[in-house]
């Protein structure tokens, strides 16, 4: 663990029962922290139950209130969220759920962005547009919040290099790179493309992607 990562720790743990839309259940302990550099209420749901010695399996999920609860069919959100909680269910893991909205730039920002795509910029240039970051995201909090779970090596379930590149610069083992599933449908492929073009996204997109 790199000894520079500022240290934070558990505020609280609690049991709670999540489930689904489509009816799939899975019990979470959901962690809340003390000491985390962005000040943000950040929530780790420990997952499963690994076997010892075991790689425990680990998904950074950034908010986003309209895939994740308003089941919005322009981004692959809401699937993402529902297939890590299942696959590290199984496995043995943790889920960081992180509010980050909009790859960081906030809701409302998000949503003068979606006006800017509807307009014919792809989800960065419209970001840029706006004279924000294509993707604003720190995943600084994120380390501090599994050092703290003692989560130290893992396997990371993203298709994104950026949250790998940024974990292994802060002192944590990313054993593996785990795929997430391709969500692509009429309505977000154009939104998947352009985040394997744009951010070297690991997405086989289907044909309809041509």
């Given at each position: 663990m790199d000894t520079t990562l500022t240290k934070a720790t558990v505020r609280t743990r609690v049991d709670i029962p999540l489930r689904f839309a489509d009816g799939f259940e899975a019990a979470a302990e959901v962690y809340t922290f003390e000491g985390l550099v962005d000040g943000r209420e950040h929530?780790?749901?420990?997952?499963?139950?690994?076997?010892?010695?075991?790689?425990?399996?680990?998904?950074?999920?950034?908010?986003?209130?309209?895939?994740?609860?308003?089941g919005s069919a322009r981004c692959d959100c809401g699937p993402q969220l529902r297939e890590a909680v299942e696959r590290i269910a199984e496995r043995g893991g943790v889920l960081l759920y992180l509010r980050q909205e909009g790859r960081g730039i906030g809701l409302y920002n998000k949503l003068d962005a979606y006006a800017l795509q509807d307009?014919?910029?792809?989800?960065?240039?419209?970001?840029?547009?706006?004279?924000l970051p294509e993707d604003g995201r720190d995943y600084t909090a994120a380390a501090q919040m599994l050092a703290a779970l003692g989560v130290e090596s893992f396997d990371l379930l993203t298709n994104n290099p950026d949250k790998v590149r940024q974990l292994r610069d802060l002192g944590l083992t990313v054993a593996e790179t785990v795929g997430t599933g391709v969500f692509a449908t009429?309505?977000?492929?154009?939104?998947?493309?352009?985040?394997?073009?744009?951010?070297?996204?690991?997405?086989?997109?289907?044909?309809l992607a041509a």
């Open positions: 929530l780790a749901l420990v997952l499963g139950d690994p076997a010892p010695d075991a790689v425990p399996l680990v998904r950074m999920h950034s908010e986003c209130l309209t895939g994740d609860v308003f307009a014919g910029l792809d989800t960065y240039e419209a970001n840029t547009a706006l004279g009429d309505a977000n492929v154009r939104y998947l493309k352009a985040k394997v073009e744009r951010t070297g996204h690991d997405i086989a997109l289907p044909a």
